[in-house]
């Protein structure tokens, strides 16, 4: 009987055992679940996702070296770089912003770099209740990676803004020894035309010891001395007296005169010059020029070849 008894009350506690353990797994599957979408999620900082608004090119293109693009909802009309970028919804370009498009994309965050415009755009935000940030500029090697720091610590990706930093140098590196390689003898005097956006006009950016002029040196070239003081459009007899060997136009005054014959033509002083003659005008993104930053290296070694082409089998 005893052993009848076991059979009669052990089984049915074995299956209660087995029921409950089943019930439980099931309970916490969906935890299992939900934890590894949360610490598996592609942000690593512990943050949830944002909505960012950018105003500054820069800092576009850093956010997304250091992998928070997918955060950015919105960017000036400059922020061109990287081609996600260009997907965007854009709020006016960055010294001609509408506070009214930044405030409609209902922003958790708002950064720039203390250059935007115009004057009412930050007090309007401000007083809209928008979290604003305000970042460096980039404007020497050493700025662009002292940014690149303080963006890696703001965004929680310290690693990543020490490897974008130690590429940037490698590339700088390279870009150097290549120019070296080269033995230039006879430097080209080089100016850089932009079309402002602003002001709806040509004008010289060169001559101005930017980032420019320094990307012009690095890549081997002398700046074209321009002295357009006192005119307020710009002089085709300083272009003229200038007289550069090339003329490095940025992409958008380029394109929107449709061929470099009409570059040359109807840009004031062009035709004049050295470049005009002999259709040196080469045409450069906007953003490879005007900021230090991630692809340094490789913009000047573009650079470097564009203005000496006969000379790029030298280097290899």
Do not use: W
Not at 2 to 10: A, H, I, L, Q, T
Not at 29 to 54: M, W
Not at 86 to 97: F, S
């Amino acid at each position: 009987m005893g052993s009848k008894r076991g059979s009669c009350f052990g089984l049915p506690l074995i299956f209660k055992i087995i029921v409950m353990r089943k019930i439980i797994l099931l309970l916490l599957v969906p935890v299992l679940i939900f934890s590894c979408d949360r610490f598996g999620n592609k942000e690593t900082d512990g943050k949830k996702d944002q909505r960012i608004v950018c105003l500054s090119k820069h800092l576009t293109e850093m956010v997304f070296a250091l992998g928070k693009g997918h955060d950015i909802v919105a960017v000036d009309l400059s922020s061109t770089y990287p081609d996600s970028a260009k997907l965007l919804k854009t709020v006016g370009y960055h010294r001609a912003l509408s506070p009214e498009s930044i405030i409609s994309m209902d922003p958790d965050l708002v950064i720039h770099s203390n250059d935007i415009g115009p004057e009412n755009v930050l007090p309007q935000i401000t007083k809209a209740g928008l979290n604003i940030k305000a970042f460096g500029g980039a404007n020497t090697i050493d700025s662009a990676k002292l940014l690149l720091k303080e963006l890696g610590k703001f965004f929680g990706e310290e690693n990543k803004a020490d490897s974008i930093i130690k590429k940037m140098e490698e590339g700088i590196a390279k870009a150097t020894d290549t120019l070296k390689a080269m033995n230039i003898h006879d430097s080209l005097r080089v100016m850089i035309i932009h079309f402002g956006l602003r002001n709806n006009n040509y004008f010289v950016m060169s001559g101005r010891n930017g980032v420019g002029d320094k990307m012009l040196r690095m890549a081997g070239a002398t700046v074209a001395l321009y002295d357009g003081k006192g005119s307020r459009e710009m002089s085709a007899e300083a272009v003229a007296m200038a007289n550069p060997d090339v003329i490095v136009a940025t992409d958008f005054g380029y394109d929107r005169m449709g061929s470099m014959d009409k570059f040359i033509t109807d840009v004031p002083g062009v035709a004049l010059t050295n470049a005009g003659k002999n259709k040196r005008i080469v045409r450069f993104e906007e953003h490879d020029i005007i900021y230090f930053g991630p692809r340094t290296g490789d913009n000047i070694l573009k650079l470097v070849h564009l203005l000496y082409p006969n000379l790029k089998s030298a280097a290899q």
